[in-house]
């Protein structure tokens, strides 16, 4: 499979692992930041979150991985991207769970919440689930309720601080 990943200063170190426990598997993993020789500005998580969050949408990529301190601001950020669902997951339970029943194609997690050990089990309960909506007529439901919402919310007014 091939996979994107991609996260902020905070979650370089982690990143590294989890790439090559992907590459150990197997997997093709495009890195798309931050590392620490790019020049990039490694606090800011939106630009990588966005550039895995296109590689989704633009079929480059199919799952993505991001991490970040908590992994909320990085997974608020793809989550900007229309189409996307990404997923902040702390345990395997969920990371298999949001797939299944959301069809999330991305999930995030923070390097200050979680270590290298749950990060790969994390990531390999996230890419062993498979999405429920393509054969259950219950999650196609649930999933076309999603997308509708996001279709209807696109010409509302933004919200304030």
């Known amino acids: 499979m091939r996979i994107g990943i991609g996260s902020d200063a905070s979650g370089s170190e982690l990143k590294s692992v989890v790439i090559t426990h992907l590459r150990e598997q197997g997997h093709d993993v495009v890195d798309y930041g931050y590392t620490p020789t790019s020049g990039a500005d490694p606090e800011y998580s939106a630009t990588y979150a966005r550039e895995v969050a296109h590689a989704i949408r ?4 199919e799952r993505g991985v991001l991490i970040c ?9 793809a989550n ?5 669902r990404a997923a902040v997951c702390s345990e395997p339970f969920t990371a ?3 797939r299944e029943n959301n069809g999330s194609q991305i ?4 390097s200050f919440v979680v270590g290298p050990a749950m990060a790969t089990s994390i990531v390999d309960a996230f890419l062993g689930a498979t999405f429920k909506g393509e054969t259950d007529p219950e999650f196609v ?15 509302a007014p933004a919200a304030g601080n």
């Open 107 to 110: 999930i995030a997690f923070g």
């Open 69 to 77: 301190g908590t992994g909320i601001g990085i997974s608020i950020s």
């Open 80 to 84: 900007k991207v229309r189409g996307i």
């Open 141 to 155: 439901g649930r999933f076309n309720k999603i997308a509708a919402i996001e279709d209807e919310e696109r010409a």
């Open 96 to 98: 298999r769970h949001t």
């Open 58 to 61: 633009d079929e480059t990529v």
